[in-house]
C-alpha cells in the first residue's frame, strides 16, 4: 500500500458566515493531519474567528474520510425589538354596574364612555430597535438586524403630531373608539335603542345620538347636541348645544330638559325645559314650565301653551295660549332669568368693594397719624403694612369703575328685553295671564288673534 499524507481542504461561504472542511486520511506511513496544520491553513485563509476547536480535532482524529464539517462560523447578528404601540388613554367598556361606598350598587351607573379631548395624547409607536451586532469568521463586524416595524393609520379624528411624527393625538374632542384594527375618535357617542338599564346614564364630551327613548330616572348629559329619535320620560337631559327630540317629553314632573342653546320637541307635558337661546315646540306645552334664554315658539297649527308657565327674555309666540277649560296659564316675557341675579350680584360686589375701601381710609388714616407722632418713622411691621395698604387703595377705583360699567350694561340689556312682545296667532283663552317685565294683565275672555307689547309704559293687546 502506498503511502498517503492526510489532506483537508477549506472551503467559505461568500459572506464569510462559516468555514467547512473536506478531509481524507492519511494511508500507510503517510502524515497525520494535525490541529496545528489546520490552524495555519485558517490563518492563511485569514479566518480568525469563530473557530470550532472540537471539530478541527474530530476532523484531525477522523479514519474516514470526512465532507464539509463546520470548522469555523460567525456570531449571528441579533434581531431588535419589534415596533410597538405605546397607548396612553385605556379603552373601557361599560359593562358593570358601579358600587357605592356604603356596598350597594347603583344599576344606572354603568361607568364612564371614554371620552379624549382635542390634543390629547392618544399613542406612540415606538420605532423597532436593531440588535447587537455579529461578527464573521474573518473578524469583520456584522451589522444588527431591524425589528419589525407597524404601519400606523390615524383614525377619524386623530392625526399625528405635528413635531412627533410617531405620536397620534386627537383632533377633535369625542369618544374613543377601536374600529377595524384603528383607533378613532368620534364625536357622536350612538345609542342604538333606549336609555334604560342596559345602556345606564350616559356622559359624553361630544354629542350623544339615540335612537330610541330616554327612560324614566335616567340621565344623559353630554358637551355637544343631543337628539332623541323616540320619547323622553321622567328623565334628564343636559347639553352644552342643542337637544333634539323627535317625540314628546311627559311624565309627572320629575323630567328636565336642559341645553345651553336650542331645544327642539314636539310636545311637552307636565316636566320642565330650559333653553338657553330658543325653544321651539311642534305641539302643545301642557301644565309644563318653559325657561328660554331668547324666544319660545310655537307657531305650529297646534302650536298651544296651556297650564303651567312659559317664560322667555324676548318673545313667546303660539298658536293659541290656553284651552276652552279656563286651565291658569302664565306667559311672561321680557324678563331675563338670570338678569337679576347677575344685578343682585354686582350691586352686592360694589358694596363690599366700597365697605372695604371705607375701612381702608381709615387704616391708611391711623397709620400716616402714627407716623407723624412717631417722628416721621414706622416700625417695619407697620411701615411694611401701610405700603401692602396704599398698593390695595390705588386699585379700588379701577375695580368700581369696571363694576359701574357692568351694572350699567344691565341696565341696557334691561330696557332691550322691555321691547319684548307675546304674541298668540288664533286664540287666547280665559285664565290666561300675561307678564311684560313686572306688570301683567290678565284676561277672563276668549279672544281672537293678539300682540301683548308695552307701549308708553303700558301693556297693550293688538288684535293681529
Request: overall charge negative; proline content about 3%; glycine content about 10%.
Amino acid at each position: 500500500m502506498a503511502d498517503i499524507d492526510a489532506a483537508i481542504e477549506i472551503h467559505t461561504t461568500s459572506a464569510n458566515l462559516r468555514a467547512t472542511a473536506d478531509y481524507t486520511p492519511s494511508e500507510g506511513a503517510g502524515e497525520l493531519l494535525t490541529v496545528g496544520t489546520v490552524l495555519e491553513k485558517l490563518s492563511e485563509l485569514g479566518i480568525t474567528h469563530g473557530i470550532q476547536m472540537d471539530a478541527i480535532k474530530y476532523v484531525c482524529e477522523s479514519t474516514r474520510s470526512l465532507k464539509a464539517v463546520v470548522i469555523a462560523e460567525a456570531v449571528a447578528p441579533g434581531v431588535g425589538e419589534n415596533a410597538r404601540i405605546e397607548q396612553y388613554v385605556s379603552i373601557s367598556k361599560r359593562s358593570k354596574a358601579v358600587e357605592r361606598e356604603d356596598g350597594s350598587v347603583d344599576y344606572r351607573d354603568l361607568g364612564e364612555i371614554t371620552s379624549v379631548s382635542k390634543g390629547q395624547n392618544l399613542f406612540r409607536r415606538i420605532p423597532p430597535t436593531v440588535g447587537a451586532p455579529g461578527i464573521d469568521i474573518t473578524g469583520t463586524e456584522i451589522p444588527g438586524l431591524l425589528g419589525k416595524d407597524i404601519k400606523v393609520i390615524p383614525g377619524n379624528g386623530t392625526a399625528f403630531d405635528e413635531s412627533d411624527p410617531d405620536l397620534v393625538v386627537a383632533v377633535a374632542e369625542g369618544e374613543l373608539i377601536f374600529k377595524g384594527g384603528v383607533l378613532h375618535v368620534s364625536e357622536i357617542h350612538d345609542v342604538k335603542g333606549d336609555v334604560d338599564y342596559s345602556s345606564g346614564n350616559l356622559k359624553f364630551l361630544g354629542s350623544i345620538r339615540i335612537k330610541g327613548s330616554v327612560k324614566a330616572g335616567f340621565t344623559v348629559e353630554a358637551g355637544g347636541s343631543v337628539q332623541v329619535n323616540g320619547n323622553v320620560e321622567d328623565a334628564t337631559i343636559i347639553a352644552g348645544s342643542d337637544i333634539t327630540v323627535m317625540g314628546g317629553f311627559a311624565g309627572t314632573g320629575q323630567g328636565l330638559i336642559q341645553a345651553s342653546r336650542d331645544v327642539f320637541i314636539k310636545f311637552v307635558e307636565n316636566q320642565r325645559v330650559e333653553a338657553g337661546r330658543d325653544i321651539i315646540l311642534n305641539g302643545i306645552s301642557y301644565h309644563s314650565i318653559l325657561r328660554a334664554g331668547r324666544s319660545i315658539l310655537a307657531k305650529c297649527s297646534n302650536g298651544t301653551i296651556v297650564g303651567g308657565t312659559a317664560e322667555a327674555k324676548f318673545a313667546v309666540e303660539a298658536c293659541r295660549f290656553g284651552s276652552v277649560a279656563c286651565v291658569p296659564t302664565t306667559i311672561r316675557v321680557g324678563i331675563d332669568p338670570t338678569l337679576a341675579e347677575r344685578m343682585k350680584a354686582i350691586d352686592e360686589e360694589i358694596a363690599q368693594t366700597q365697605e372695604s375701601h371705607d375701612k381702608l381710609e381709615q387704616s391708611v388714616i391711623y397709620l400716616y397719624k402714627m407716623k407723624i407722632d412717631r417722628g416721621g418713622q414706622l416700625p417695619p411691621d407697620k411701615a411694611a403694612l401701610l405700603q401692602k395698604l396704599e398698593l390695595v387703595r390705588k386699585g379700588i377705583p379701577d375695580r368700581l369703575e369696571r363694576l359701574k360699567e357692568q351694572k350699567q350694561s344691565l341696565l341696557q340689556e334691561q330696557e332691550n328685553v322691555e321691547k319684548a312682545s307675546a304674541q298668540a296667532d288664533a286664540s287666547v283663552f280665559p285664565k290666561v295671564r300675561v307678564y311684560i317685565g313686572n306688570q301683567w294683565v290678565g284676561n277672563e275672555d276668549t279672544l281672537g288673534p293678539s300682540v301683548y307689547r308695552i307701549f308708553e309704559g303700558d301693556i297693550i293687546r293688538l288684535s293681529k
